[in-house]
């Protein structure tokens, strides 16, 4: 594939990207959309709002997000990106990122990719 084939395909990602839901909306990512989504927790487990998550393809593109107030993320996976070679990572003032978890969720055989993770963040 050339580079770019892969340039159109991330600033297409890109354009077409969704925030998280806000109050009283869904904070499920919608299931006919490829997908890397989950949530930021702190030590205890307790959702930590307005943190940033950023997504960084691994030919090189990074872009980020700001959790809901349920800790809730989303990045949108479109065109030629595969969710699994995306490399999530969070952070917020006054944290520390301690590790990041992810589970490939059940996909049905004509379901997009979708991969849940998990970001634990410990003040200090």
């Avoid at 993320?73 to 006054?94: E, L, T």
């Avoid at 520390?96 to 055989?109: G, N």
Wanted: charged fraction near 25%; proline fraction near 7%; include cysteine.
């Amino acid at each position: 594939m050339s580079d770019w084939a892969k340039f159109a395909g991330v600033v297409f990602m890109l354009a077409s990207m969704h925030t998280v839901a806000g109050p009283g909306e869904r904070d499920e990512p919608d299931e006919s959309l490829p997908a890397v989504f989950g949530f930021v927790r702190d030590a205890r487990g307790a959702p930590v709002s307005d943190a940033k998550v950023t997504a960084q393809v691994k030919e090189g593109v990074t872009f980020s997000v700001t959790t809901s107030s349920t800790g809730a993320y989303r990045f949108p996976i479109f065109g030629n990106v595969d969710p699994a070679n995306v490399v999530i990572a969070c952070s917020k003032q006054g944290y520390r990122q301690t590790r990041v978890t992810r589970r490939p969720t059940p996909a049905k055989a004509d379901a997009p990719k979708r991969v849940e993770t998990e970001c634990r963040l410990e003040r200090g």
